[in-house]
């Protein structure tokens, strides 16, 4: 029988049958312990049923992929939430975001979130968001103000496992909790959530959203380059990378090169400054991680 995990929490797996939806507390089979592998929320499973309500997971099917922050396995998309205000737009962070779910190949989605708080004079941030789409990206704009702005994303849920990500206090849970009313999921004022340095959300868990299941994951301020190299990060830039193929050198990481277009680009101002400051940082970051 098969199923999938939806929730973990200290050691005991949530599991809910992939045709019947029957869900099932489950321990882990013993055989896992000898393996390197460990199941974890997103994994489709064979189990054994023990209870009516309690069984054993035997068997880890193949993933599709393996996020490690998000703790999670096979992951369709990413929805990736982004204040414009409180906490202020932080590009750095959605930029890093997009580096790594690009090397996962993991589709983004974009969310920019509290849109009632702008101002008329605030053209730098919404410059910004009109980047991001002219690049390629799907792009949103929500404000919990604004409900249709909120129902608008629930289509984009259906069929799919989708992690919501981004800085504690961007509004991941109100979102969800305005897409679905039954979810009652625990939000909190950001000054607070902030202040203690803590997370409203804790665990990871899919939830049924709009036909679809979804993690609200905990917000998180650093994430890391695992396992990327400086190529990857020059890849996983979108459009310096589609610019790259007129860059005079092949491996060209548009640093120092000679005739590099991406370069070009940015003394054009056709390339956001943000992205390319946040490129050279992550590409640092790379270098100095790396172990060989
Ligand atoms: N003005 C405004 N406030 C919002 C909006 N969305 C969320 N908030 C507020 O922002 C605060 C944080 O929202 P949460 O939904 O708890 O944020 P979160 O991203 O889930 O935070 P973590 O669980 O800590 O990662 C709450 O006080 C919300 O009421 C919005 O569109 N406009
Ligand atoms: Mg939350
Ligand atoms: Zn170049």
């Known amino acids: 029988m098969e199923a999938i995990i939806t929730k ?17 507390v489950a321990k882990a089979s013993g055989l896992f312990r000898h393996q390197d592998i460990k199941p ?42 982004t204040s414009v205000k409180e906490p202020d737009l932080n590009l750095n962070l959605l930029d890093r975001f997009l580096s ?23 053209t730098i941030i919404k410059e910004a968001i009109d980047y991001y789409q ?24 259906a069929s799919k496992i989708t992690v919501i990500t981004g800085q504690s206090g961007v509004g991941k849970s109100s979102l969800l909790n305005l897409i679905d009313e039954d979810l009652f999921l625990h939000t909190q004022e950001i000054s607070y959530a902030l202040g203690r340095g803590k997370h409203t959300t804790r665990h990871t868990e899919l939830l049924k959203v ?32 589609e610019y790259s193929a007129n860059c005079k050198f092949k491996g060209c990481l548009h640093i120092n090169e000679p005739k590099c277009y ?6 054009s101002h056709e390339i956001l400054k943000s992205r390319y400051d946040n490129y050279l940082q992550f590409i640092e970051e790379v270098k100095k991680n790396r172990k060989w």
Not at 262 to 267: G, H, L, W
């Open 8 to 24: 973990l929490i200290a050691g005991d797996y949530t599991i809910e049958d992939t045709s019947t939806n029957q869900v099932f």
């Open 40 to 81: 974890k929320v997103g994994d489709y499973v064979e189990y054994l049923k023990r209870s009516d309500n309690e069984a054993y997971i035997t068997k880890i099917m193949p993933r599709k992929n393996d996020l490690i922050r998000p703790f999670i396995a096979n992951v369709d998309q990413a929805l990736v939430v």
């Open 100 to 122: 790594i779910l690009s090397f996962n190949n993991i589709e983004a989605i974009l969310v920019f979130t509290k849109m009632d708080l702008l101002t008329e004079n605030d």
């Open 134 to 157: 002219k690049i390629g990206y799907a792009v949103y704009t929500t404000s919990t103000e604004d409900l249709s702005s909120v129902i608008e994303l629930t289509n984009l849920f």
């Open 210 to 241: 709009g036909n679809g299941l979804v993690a609200d994951t905990p917000g998180f301020g650093n994430l890391e380059f695992i396992d990327m190299t400086e190529v990857d990060v020059a890849h996983s830039f979108n459009e310096f990378f």
């Open 262 to 267: 991406v370069k070009e680009k940015i003394a």
